[in-house]
Antibody, heavy 117, light 112 residues
Framework: EVQLLESGGGLVQSGGSLRLSCAAS????????MGWVRQAPGKGLQWVSD????????SYADSVMGRFTISRDNSKDTLFLQMNSLRAEDTAVYYC??????????WGQGTLVTVSS | QSALTQPASVSGSPGQSITISCTGT?????????VSWYQQHPGKAPKLMIY???NRPSGVSDRFSGSKSGNTASLTIAGLQADDEADYYC????????????FGGGTKLTVL
């Protein structure tokens, strides 16, 4: 059974940093593109970032470019999202996602990030 | 990174069928057969309902079906049930050198 377990969310002041982690199990992590999707309170889904299986290519939404960094440790089956210079508009539930051709076949349960101004 | 276009809301009575549209461009929905649909109940993570335009994951009811014509994909739910009331999102592969996927804005389905 595929499992994606996020951690690292919490309350942070505007301008601060957080690092999200996603522990994967039940599949060959190093074979899969992975990503982060967020959902602000009462809003829709937003694709934030994704990273190819070997970490050689990563992409970002314009709204987080230059502030967020996605990475992975295939030896530990773990995905990361380093979030710097956080803003109030980054407040959201962040989901870890397994990506297959731009489609998400497995989601984590989500971790809440709250940025206070 | 423009979002796909979905109606904000749709509604139907139990037993009826509804269809939700998802309009993209010739660079995403129209270019690839990698369109998916997700169901999200309040406070829950999204759940994959349809992938590759018209395929259902194991365990998803055959009341859910997908299709595509040109730049528009559609999700049809037949025999509406109370538990189908949820938010529905489409997504498409972008095939670009930026993000792999893009979502629609979401559609709130109300079962009357």
């Amino acid at each position: 059974e595929v499992q994606l377990l996020e951690s690292g969310g919490g309350l942070v002041q505007s301008g601060g940093s957080l690092r999200l982690s996603c522990a994967a199990s039940g599949f060959t992590f190093s074979d899969c593109t992975m990503g982060w999707v967020r959902q602000a309170p009462g809003k829709g889904l937003q694709w934030v970032s994704d990273i190819h299986r070997n970490g050689g290519r990563s992409s970002y939404a314009d709204s987080v470019m230059g502030r967020f960094t996605i990475s992975r440790d295939n030896s530990k089956d773990t995905l990361f999202l380093q979030m710097n210079s956080l803003r109030a508009e980054d407040t959201a539930v962040y989901y870890c996602a397994r990506v297959v051709w731009g489609q998400i076949d497995n989601w984590g349960q989500g971790t809440l990030v709250t940025v206070s101004s | 990174q423009s979002a796909l276009t979905q109606p904000a809301s749709v509604s139907g009575s139990p037993g009826q069928s509804i269809t939700i549209s998802c309009t993209g461009t010739s660079s995403d929905v129209g270019a690839y057969n990698y369109v998916s649909w997700y169901q999200q109940h309040p406070g829950k993570a999204p759940k994959l309902m349809i992938y590759d335009v018209d395929n259902r994951p194991s365990g998803v009811s055959d009341r859910f079906s997908g299709s595509k014509s040109g730049n528009t994909a559609s999700l049809t739910i037949a025999g509406l049930q109370a538990d189908d009331e949820a938010d529905y999102y489409c997504s498409s592969y972008t095939g670009s050198n930026t993000l792999e996927g893009v979502f629609g804005g979401g559609t709130k389905l109300t079962v009357l």
